[in-house]
């Protein structure tokens, strides 16, 4: 039988997942959910960019062996786009630190102390 302060699934305002062990049920809502996806990867997005930065300051790298290639491979995606929109100032790739600027903005606007997530996850 569920505790007296767990309200059962169908009353919950928030999507809900319930497991059972040992007739424990641990409830676990979406926001929750998203603080431990979209925080590491946002957080991880922001540290791969800073890698970026630095590697164009050493351009006799070789980025095509590892750990250079993992962290090409997973910005370079991103940022071949905005170099079209965005193009080098002065010699000097800007769009890591555009995007650096960018993912940190959305890490705040959701996961921040005030974002989105954080007042959905206080509202209920």
């Not at 555009?98 to 007042?119: I, K, N, P, S």
């Amino acid at each position: 039988m569920p505790p007296h302060d767990c309200p059962p699934p169908s009353l919950h305002p928030v999507f809900v997942l319930d497991f059972w062990q040992a007739s424990h049920p641990v409830s676990v809502s979406l926001p929750f959910l998203s603080n431990w996806i979209l925080h590491p990867l946002l957080a991880t997005y922001i540290l791969l960019f800073v890698l970026r930065i630095f590697l164009s300051w050493y351009p006799q790298l070789d980025t095509q062996h590892p750990p250079y290639n993992w962290v090409v491979a997973a910005t370079e995606f991103l940022l071949k786009p905005t170099r079209r929109l965005i193009p080098p100032l002065g010699g000097v790739d800007m769009t890591p630190v555009v995007w650096v600027g960018l993912v940190a903005l959305l890490r705040e606007l959701l996961l921040g102390q005030q974002g989105l997530l954080t007042m959905i996850q206080l509202a209920y």
